[in-house]
């Protein structure tokens, strides 16, 4: 009998994205609107990619367990 496929939340998987190696990677937060207030060295930060914490890895792992 053939098992059911898993389908892979839409949401998370626009948000999250795997490195080679199968880490995975998110975005930060706070880099969207009032801008003008954020110092360019805090916006330059924000900008930068970042592993996803091991407490909330397996949770992300699940939601897009029809990936990788």
């Not at 839409?10 to 706070?30: D, L, M, N, P, Q």
């Not at 330059?44 to 091991?54: A, C, F, N």
């Amino acid at each position: 009998m053939a098992k059911n496929k898993i389908k892979t939340r839409k949401s998370a998987s626009k948000r999250f994205r795997f490195t080679g190696t199968g880490k995975i990677v998110r975005r930060k937060a706070y880099k969207r609107h009032i801008l003008e207030s954020k110092t360019s060295k805090q916006k330059r930060r924000l900008s930068k990619d970042i592993l996803v914490s091991k407490p909330d890895e397996h949770r992300v792992r699940a939601m897009l367990a029809g990936q990788k």
